[in-house]
């Protein structure tokens, strides 16, 4: 899974012309990947102020608004990618845009397929 990270600073700082060439180069990245079949799911993330944390305590449950305060970076995407090896999912995170201004972070996601439900 690519992680896509942002935030408010960032964002900002980025022209009218800086952020469609953002949105020119996924558009690119997610048709390349699709064309080579490597693409399971991509998405934008809504605003981190309509994201609720939830924690359970000693069985009862607090949510609170927004994501963490201590952070500044949030999640704000995500490509779901079958890569051959994590060498060729660091090379895809390289390619995306969004690791010029900030990060993108590659992690495995874990096969739950024999998992008992």
Same mark, same amino acid.
């Given at each position: 899974?690519?992680?896509? $990270? @942002?935030?408010?600073?960032?964002?900002?700082?980025?022209?009218?012309?800086?952020?469609?060439?953002? #949105?020119?180069s996924?558009?690119?990245? *997610?048709?390349?990947?699709?064309?080579?079949? *490597?693409?399971?799911? +991509?998405?934008?993330?809504?605003?981190?102020?309509?994201? =609720?944390?939830? @924690?359970?305590? /000693?069985?009862? =449950?607090?949510?609170? /608004?927004?994501? $963490?305060?201590?952070?500044?970076?949030?999640? #704000?995407?995500?490509?779901?990618?079958?890569?051959?090896?994590?060498?060729?999912?660091?090379?895809? +995170?390289?390619? *995306?845009? /969004?690791a010029? $201004?900030?990060?993108?972070?590659? =992690?495995?996601?874990?096969? @739950? @397929?024999?998992?008992e *439900?």
């Amino acid at each position: 899974m690519l992680l896509i $990270y @942002s935030n408010e600073e960032s964002w900002a700082g980025l022209s009218a012309e800086q952020r469609e060439g953002l #949105a020119r180069s996924h558009a690119e990245l *997610m048709q390349e990947l699709t064309e080579q079949g *490597m693409l399971v799911s +991509a998405a934008g993330l809504a605003d981190p102020i309509t994201t =609720r944390t939830v @924690s359970v305590r /000693d069985d009862t =449950r607090t949510t609170t /608004d927004g994501p $963490y305060a201590e952070a500044k970076e949030h999640l #704000a995407g995500f490509y779901l990618v079958e890569c051959d090896n994590i060498d060729e999912a660091i090379d895809y +995170a390289a390619r *995306m845009p /969004d690791a010029k $201004y900030l990060a993108v972070e590659v =992690r495995p996601v874990m096969d @739950s @397929s024999g998992l008992e *439900m």
